[in-house]
Each structure stands twice: as C-alpha cells, then as structure tokens.
C-alpha cells in the first residue's frame, strides 16, 4: 500500500513548469522541421518535373530522334497538346482550388499534387498521345492548389510558431485571434527559408541536362549556322534553329535509366510530404474551415477579389508570373542559346537558381527596414535590366560568331534577373503572408488567388511565344511600372488606415445527430 501510495501521490522530482516549457520546444522544432520538409519536397518534385520536361522537349524537337523512334507519331503535335495541358489547365484553378483544399486539408493536398507530378514523370516510359497529354492536364490542374497550399502552409507554420514561443499569453491560451503584426518576423523567416531552398530547383533540374544530354548535342557552329539575329531583333523564340541539335541518338536504356533514376526523386518528394510535414491546422480548426458549407467555400475567393489590397497587388501576381518565366524560356533562349548554343543553357540556368537562391536570403532585410524595399528594389533591378535588353540586339553576318565573347555580359544580365526574382517572389509571398497574418482562416482563399493570376499570366506568356521579341519586352515592361504603381496606391491607402473590405466567413455549422 505505501508503495502504492508512493507511485499515485505527487512527484518531489516533477517539474510542470519545466515539463511545459519542454513539449513547447519540441513543438518549435516541429513546425522548424514542418517548414524544411515542405521546402525540400516542393524543391524535389520541381526540380525532377522541369529536369524531365526540358530533356524531353530538346529531344523531341530533334528531327532524326522523331523519324527513327516515332515517325509515324506526330511527337511534335503532342508536345504542344502537353505544353497546352500544362499551360492552358491553370485558368480554370480558382473554381476548384479551395474547395480541394478544404476537403483534402493543407498537408494532404500538397502530397496528392506531388503524387500527380510523379505521375507525369512515370508516362515518360511510354510516351503516347494518352500517356503524356492526360497526365500534362492532370499537372495544369494541381499547379494552382499546389502553390496555393505550399503559401497557407509555411504562413501557418510561423502562426504555429508565435503561439508556441508565446504559450502563456491568454490570447494563444483561449484561441482567440492573433494580435496585428505579431507573427510577421516569423513569417518573414519563414518564407525567406523555403524560397532559399526552393530555388535551388532550378539548379538540380540541369543534372540530366549537363549529366547525360550535353554529351550528345551538335556544337554550336552547327545548331546556329542559319541563325542570322539574336537578342531583341528577334520574332519567336530562335528563326533559322537547326532542326538536328543531337549527334547520335541516346540509348534507349540509357534514357530509362534517367528516367527511374527522376521517379525515385519524385517518390522521394512525395514521401517528404506524407511523412515529415505535420498537418498545418488543429483537428478542430479543419473541420470548422469545412463546415462553413462548400457553395460558401467555392464563392469566398471571387469575394476576396472585393478587398482593395488583393486587387491592387493583382498587377505584381501576373508580372511574378511573367518574369520567371521570361528567364527560363525568353532570355535564356533568345539571347543565351542564340549567341553561345544548346550546349550552355545548363549553364545559364544554374547561374540564375543559384542566384535565385543566395539573393532570397536578402528578404530578411525586412525584419530592420520597410517592406516596400523589397519589392520595389526588385522591380528596380528588371527595369534597367528590361531596358538594357531592348537595346540589346545582334546580327550575325558571317557566322560562327564568338559566343564566349558574350558570356560575361549573358552571366551577368542572368544574376541580376535572378536578384530580381528572388526579391519579387519572396517578398510577394511575405506581403500576403503579412498582410493576411491575423486571418488564419482566409490564408487558402488569398494564396489561391495569387497563385491563379501566375496561372493567368503563363498563360498568356505560351500564348506570345511566336510575338517579336520587343514587343514581349514591352509588355513585362508596362506590367512592372503598373504593379508598383498599384503597389504605391496600396501602401499609401494602407497609411491612411484605410479599412479593406473583407467578406464575412460564415460561422461552421456542424451536424448534431438527435438521438431519439
């Protein structure tokens, strides 16, 4: 008994002060590894996706590897059918994007949309018409929710990490709703950290690339010997391209090699997802976020196209959408291949990740200096790099002309873009984050929106790819001077305290069974 009464009775030993202070740590590097994970898995799945699609598309456009493999297969009209599935599925995203995400929760629909990813890498095995194209339609419809969920995760991730620093205050205590401006440092951090991390796609998807493609491309006096323009003189992407770009065809084995090679990372991407990232809201909080009706869930994002700081911001969504773009298709292809050859786009692209990459770490300034630093200083780094390029044209009157010449000025032009990127889509990120940081249940509706007006604006960057090289200058150059302008009007209307209109969230109505 007395033993007994020594096992139930209080512990001398046990500290409850100590013991809280204990699990909330843990908590803290839960939500530090939560943010990790999902950085590291979205830098996985991305790197293999972009990988794959930039080695098949060189091969698919080589002329001798679709008449010996294919010739009777029209790979060139599924490739556009693909590129239109992947490009074209998005604009419809802001239908269903929400509703997918509240019934899927946060942490599940990043890991189905990784799932779809994989799923286009394991068609590339067989590569038919109904292989490629549903499974390139099945990427334009996870893009959207993808993003969308990757935005509301890590922004939850820092609003988990306040109230886990700060477990004894009442308000964290009750649940009640976030104090202003208390978890931005967090969210700054946040959002710096998974960018640093992400960017870095863009140097891991030139590994098949620079690996095994490279040794098998034609030099470039022979890829560019009908090449008379480069640069902004340019119309479409590069006239008088040489249709044979490959010495020898790969191997077939060596192709599928590669292959599995790609799909284990993408199984790796997925299990990240499944397994290290924890879930982003409370049992409760979502099936609160579920039960406030679908027909409410479906309408809530057009409502929130009602507050005046989503509309005025809508001008940089699109242009984050562009200038990406424009780097890795535009500039890379028009100026970068054109003048130095298929045989050193790796290399362009792993400057522009890396710089991406080292230069999203500069976001942090945020946390001692004003927000519009961040934005407007990338706006300032790609208008004089857009009117630089303008001015920049080359006309080759007797080829092959000395591409290295021009390496140092494409090496350079290619960082300061990645600069301007970094800038642009962390601090884009941060500001909603920011903005939004007290509404933890409208964070889904708002990254869904600007995640559809990207999708809007790759759109119609597919849609120019046959326009004059100025004329797609112009455009990125109109749409930047009008997303800071906008961006102006929306700080000083912020300044002013002017209330935004935000749409009511009608309260859950959960379902009581009477028992009769």
């Known amino acids: 008994v007395v033993v007994m009464e020594e096992f139930l009775g209080p512990q001398a030993e046990y500290n409850e002060e100590e013991e809280e202070r204990k ?3 843990r908590k803290r590097l839960g939500v530090i590894k939560n943010v990790l994970a999902a950085s590291v898995g979205a830098m996985i799945v991305y790197s293999v996706y972009m990988g794959l699609l930039q080695m098949q598309l060189i091969l698919h456009y080589d002329m001798t590897y679709r008449e010996v493999k294919y010739s009777n297969l029209g790979l060139e009209d599924i490739d556009r059918k693909m590129l239109m599935g992947i490009n074209v599925t998005p604009i419809i995203g ?3 994007t929400p509703v997918l995400i509240r019934f899927l929760g946060t942490k599940w629909m990043m890991f189905l949309a990784s799932g779809i990813y994989a799923l286009f890498v394991s068609t590339n095995y067989w590569e038919r018409y109904y292989t490629l194209v549903p499974s390139a339609v099945a990427i334009g419809v996870a893009i959207v929710p993808f993003w969308a969920s990757l935005g509301n995760y890590i922004t939850r991730m820092a609003q988990q990490y306040y109230e886990y620093v700060n477990y004894k205050e009442e308000h964290v205590q009750e649940q009640k709703k976030l104090p202003k401006g208390a978890c931005h440092s967090y969210i700054i951090i946040f959002h710096s950290v998974f960018h640093i991390i992400f960017h870095l796609s863009f140097v891991f998807a030139e590994f098949p690339m620079r690996l095994v493609l490279n040794d098998y491309l ?3 006096n022979h890829i560019l010997c009908n090449v008379k323009t480069c640069g902004a003189a340019v119309s479409g ?3 008088g391209f040489n249709t044979t770009v490959l010495t020898r065809l790969p191997r077939s084995m060596l192709l599928i090699q590669v292959e599995s090679v790609l799909m284990g990372f993408a199984f790796l991407g997925m299990i990240i997802f499944l397994v290290l990232c924890g879930a982003a809201y409370r049992p409760t909080e979502e099936i609160d976020l579920r039960s406030i009706g679908w027909g409410n869930i479906f309408q ?3 409502k929130h196209l009602r507050d005046y ?5 809508c001008p940089f969504f699109i242009y984050s959408g562009f200038e ?7 500039f890379s292809l028009s100026y970068g291949v054109c003048i130095l050859g298929l045989k050193s786009l790796w290399l362009l692209i792993v400057v522009y990740g890396l710089s991406c990459s080292v230069f999203s770490s500069l976001s942090l300034c945020i946390l001692r200096l004003p927000r519009w630093l961040c934005l407007m200083s990338g706006a300032a780094v790609h208008f004089v790099l857009l009117v630089a390029l303008l001015a920049w044209s080359l006309h080759i009157k007797e080829p092959p002309i000395k591409g290295t010449w021009y390496l140092g000025p494409l090496i350079v032009i290619t960082v300061l873009w990645g600069l301007g990127t970094a800038l642009n889509k962390t601090g884009v990120s941060t500001l909603i984050g920011m903005l939004y ?3 933890k249940e409208r964070l889904d509706f708002v990254y869904t929106i600007y995640h559809w007006w990207q999708a809007i604006a790759i759109f119609i960057v597919y849609l120019w790819s046959n326009m004059p090289m100025r004329a797609k200058l112009s455009i990125l150059l109109a749409t930047l001077l009008v997303a800071c302008y906008c961006y102006w009007v929306m700080e000083r209307r912020l300044a002013r305290d002017v209330r935004p209109r935000l749409p009511r969230i009608p309260r859950p109505r959960h379902k009581v069974s009477s028992l009769s």
Request: charged share 20%; net charge neutral; aromatic share 16%.
């Open 237 to 239: 992407v590069i006239p």
């Open 23 to 25: 699990y909330y740590r």
């Open 218 to 220: 034609h030099e470039s």
């Open 94 to 96: 802001l239908l269903y």
């Open 324 to 330: 990406v773009l424009f780097a890795v298709t535009g």
């Open 309 to 313: 700081r989503l509309r005025l911001l």
């Open 437 to 439: 940081a007290e509404e």
């Open 300 to 302: 809530l994002p057009f």
